[in-house]
């Protein structure tokens, strides 16, 4: 069964200061990786996607994530904090159409990003 | 494009009774998922349409269930209310199967309490 993990509860970075927030993932076949935020109150907010090609991935806002094949993982990156950027972060993983599989979303436990001024 | 939407945004039931939330994805979008989230159980997968179909289903009783209609507009349905329902409930809309880089992007939620 297809799964990730976020071994984090809470991330604490300095504005300023580059950030990490950590996925690990456990898939058959090629992973469908997927990164959400969610403010306070409300929906999830897609922010970027690894399908295929170049390990590094960008996305919304200045975040990028890093696919690494050999050690199952797709963390979350961004050079410079922004206070505005606290909040929950969602990693997740799907199955790729065509193999019988439907669109479901796996998704981590989450992790919350507290950026200090 | 307008984004997902989803109503209401807020509602308070007591046990027993059932309710029924909706969910307009974006235009052109044809599948729609639903998600329950709380605190304790995090994010959890409920179901899935596809062209008024329903192609998967999450791990949870009877008591919920869902619809699509010719539109993509969807509703899910709660029956006989608990107090473990009370719940973030979330619509994520995509094009559907075929695209591999097909991308779910979610409403603002129904914040279900139920007392």
């Known amino acids: 069964a297809q799964s990730v993990a976020q071994p984090e509860d809470q991330v604490n970075v300095a504005e300023g200061n580059p950030l990490t927030v950590k996925c690990t993932y456990s898939v058959s076949g090629n992973p469908y990786l997927f990164w959400y935020v969610q403010y306070p109150n409300r929906g999830l907010q897609f922010l970027l996607k690894?399908?295929?090609?170049d390990n590094l991935v960008k996305g919304s806002y200045g975040f990028e994530a890093e696919f690494n094949k050999s050690q199952t993982s797709f963390h979350l990156k961004k050079p410079s904090a922004l206070v505005s950027d606290s909040a929950l972060y969602f990693c997740a993983v799907r199955d790729p159409w065509g193999m019988g599989n439907t669109g479901k979303l796996i998704f981590g436990q989450g992790t919350t990003l507290q950026v200090k001024p | 494009k307008a984004g997902v939407t989803q109503t209401p945004r807020y509602l308070i039931k007591t046990r027993g009774q059932q309710v029924t939330l909706s969910c307009s994805p974006i235009?052109?979008?044809?599948?729609v998922s639903w998600y329950q989230q709380t605190p304790g159980q995090g994010l959890q997968f409920l179901f899935e349409y596809f062209s008024e179909t329903q192609r998967n289903k999450g791990n949870f009783p009877g008591r919920f269930s869902g619809r699509q209609f010719s539109n993509s507009r969807s509703e899910m349905n709660v029956s006989t209310l608990e107090l473990g329902d009370s719940a973030l409930y979330l619509c994520?809309?995509?094009?559907?199967?075929?695209?591999?880089?097909?991308?779910?992007?979610f409403g603002p939620g129904t914040r279900l309490t139920v007392l």
């Open positions: 994520a809309s995509s094009l559907g199967p075929g695209g591999d880089t097909d991308t779910q992007y």
């Open positions: 235009s052109g979008h044809r599948s």
């Open positions: 690894y399908i295929t090609g």
